[in-house]
């Protein structure tokens, strides 16, 4: 373990952060001589911290999760969302930033912000579980976060800190979450304490405050609020996670405008230079790891009067419908239960600008207005059919995972997805002709693209990494001169639902070749499954062949040494 007076884990790798002995006996002491107080508790073991967090796989849905806490401001005034880097004063390490001019919280909303059930200093008993996400984001960013709110309830203002220090209870190996927090009301214009119990738990609570936390003073911690505003929240989170290598997950570095995801592979095999570099710059592929890229097409609906701050530089909102041509709108009623209310999707289809230079497709499916599944493929990769083909839908019919990331596969979900799959393959075979593919004749069903005449410069495709508004623009000059100009009355085709089967067998074969592709993933899937359980139990033989071997090793010994056995049975 690192010395006591360095304030960070041993282990800074998020996935192997959980991997620690707990302790058997409870540790009711606190360090330092600090006292023991009622503090705000959930009743976990402060493990859980972070085996909850591992919900999300990728950290850009953590910093969704805290972006869409500022989104809901909205309607309490919140006019942005403050994303950026500073630094720790104690050890000059990053940390993250987060802050919002919102409502902000007042004391109860930040105890039901930062715990997961939590004894109340008035009520002395334990409520039970709130939301979720704050807990399971921040602490995916980083080890340690610290919460600074600001709010006006009934004419009363109150200033909230709360710690939820990841670092703090590992390190004092506490068998509880304690969240130390101070709160301030403002009386006849001074700012005075808040003291729920006695103020020797009020003191210890700024003692570790001071201690844990990047600021080392009640005069420090309370001048976070000095840009706070009259409301709002600010979020710190600090001993940001590494990976293997040692590096910060988070790339500050190679864009002063952005926030990257350092491991995030870049390559693009099977494609030409020109081809790749226009792939690396579209935003299908660079939101995998630029946060200005991702939260562009984060919320379908552009905002009026809220906005993304990155970095300092305000995200410019992409509607994914904008970037494509020959659009129709299709409509889909499914099917979602006998007691349940009549439910209409409409889903805007189309072909990419690019098409058909570049290849890309895959639909963009939302919830309540936040994405879930960027341009999810429906159909397989190596599938002519459907190529260059964009959608974007709205399935409130449907919850999404925990992570938000993506659907449960419940039946609902398997219908959409099918009916997504017809409803593409039905728009190809009618629209390919448009972007210069020969269409289904029944003698064929490939589709061939006819040959794109090179651009006179590949950058003219290309949007700047930090204009993300620029994604999809002036892509079409590119194009071939053969092929036909975008007809303005196929824009906004209103199409039916599309239940009945062509009864055509070419189109019927087609759809069987679809399902035993899907069929295929789904085999492939269950034998990669599999393949880790027969690793896993190989590994275990082979714990009990070195078990066994040590047994039989103890018994030549005891064999070729009588005194050994003796001894035994004397302890026997």
């Known amino acids: 373990m690192a010395d006591s007076s360095n304030k960070t884990l041993a ?97 109860e909303g930040i105890r039901q912000c930062m715990s997961l059930g939590f004894s109340s200093k008035r009520s002395k008993t334990t409520i039970g579980q709130y939301g979720n996400g704050f807990k399971t984001s921040t602490m995916r960013l980083g080890a340690d976060a610290i919460v600074f709110t600001r709010a006006v309830r009934e004419g009363q203002e109150t200033m909230s800190i709360g710690l939820l220090s990841y670092t703090f209870l590992r390190r004092t190996m506490k068998d509880d979450i304690i969240v130390p927090m101070l709160d301030f009301k403002m009386e006849g214009g001074q700012l005075v304490p808040l003291v729920y119990t006695c103020l020797e738990e009020w003191d210890s609570s700024l003692k570790i405050l001071n201690e844990w936390s990047p600021f080392s003073s009640e005069e420090e911690l309370l001048q976070q609020f000095e840009d706070v505003g009259s409301h709002g929240t600010k979020v710190l989170i600090y001993n940001l996670w590494m990976n293997d290598d040692g590096l910060l997950e988070l790339d500050f570095d190679d864009d002063d405008e952005d926030i990257l995801l350092r491991d995030q592979s870049n390559s693009n095999t ?70 349940s209310e009549s439910v209409t999707v409409r889903s805007t ?98 589709a061939t693209p006819q040959k794109a005449q090179p651009q006179k410069s590949p950058r003219a495709n290309m949007a700047s990494p930090h204009d993300s508004s620029k994604y999809g623009a002036n892509r079409d000059n590119g194009q071939e001169n053969n092929t036909p100009p975008a007809n303005p009355q196929a824009e906004d085709e209103e199409v039916g639902s599309m239940d009945s089967f062509d009864p055509n067998m070419i189109h019927t074969l087609a759809e069987e070749n679809i399902e035993l592709f899907s069929r295929r993933d789904e085999l492939r899937a269950r034998d990669t499954k599999l393949r880790q359980t027969i690793a896993g139990l190989e590994k275990e033989l082979e714990e009990v062949r070195t078990k066994s071997a040590q047994i039989a090793s103890e018994l030549q010994c005891r064999r070729l040494d009588p005194s050994l056995n003796n001894f035994a049975n004397q302890n026997v």
């Open 349 to 446: 289809i189309g072909f990419a600008k690019e098409a058909p230079v570049l290849g890309i497709f895959g639909v963009n499916v939302y919830h309540k207005n936040r994405l879930i599944m960027p341009f999810w493929k429906v159909l397989q990769e190596g599938s002519s059919r459907g190529r260059s083909v964009l959608g974007v839908l709205e399935a409130n019919f449907i919850e999404p995972a925990h992570d938000k990331q993506d659907f449960e596969r419940t039946p609902l979900f398997i219908r959409l997805e099918t009916k997504l799959r017809q409803i593409i393959v039905d728009y190809w075979k009618e629209n390919c002709h448009l972007i210069g593919y020969q269409g289904s004749t029944g003698k064929s069903t490939k």
């Open 270 to 339: 099977g494609w030409s230079r020109f081809h790749k570099e226009i792939v690396q710059h579209h935003i299908s592929h660079r939101l995998r790891f630029s946060l200005r890229a991702y939260t562009s097409i984060l919320y379908m609906r552009k905002f009026t009067n809220f906005k993304i701050i990155l970095r300092g530089v305000p995200v410019e909102q992409v509607n994914i419908a904008d970037e494509m041509k020959f659009k129709k709108v299709v409509t889909y009623k499914p099917q979602v239960g006998v007691d």
């Open 11 to 107: 282990c800074r790798s998020f996935w192997k952060a959980g991997a620690y002995e707990v302790s058997s006996s409870p540790n009711q002491t606190l360090p330092d001589g600090l006292e023991s107080f009622d503090f705000d508790r959930a009743r976990v073991h402060p493990k859980f911290l972070h085996t909850n967090a591992t919900s999300h796989k990728w950290a850009f849905g953590a910093i969704a999760e805290l972006l869409d806490n500022a989104v809901d401001e909205i309607c309490h005034g919140a006019t942005f969302i403050k994303v950026d880097k500073t630094t720790n004063q104690k050890d000059g390490s990053p940390m993250l930033l987060f802050q919002d001019d919102g409502g902000g919280m007042d004391p």
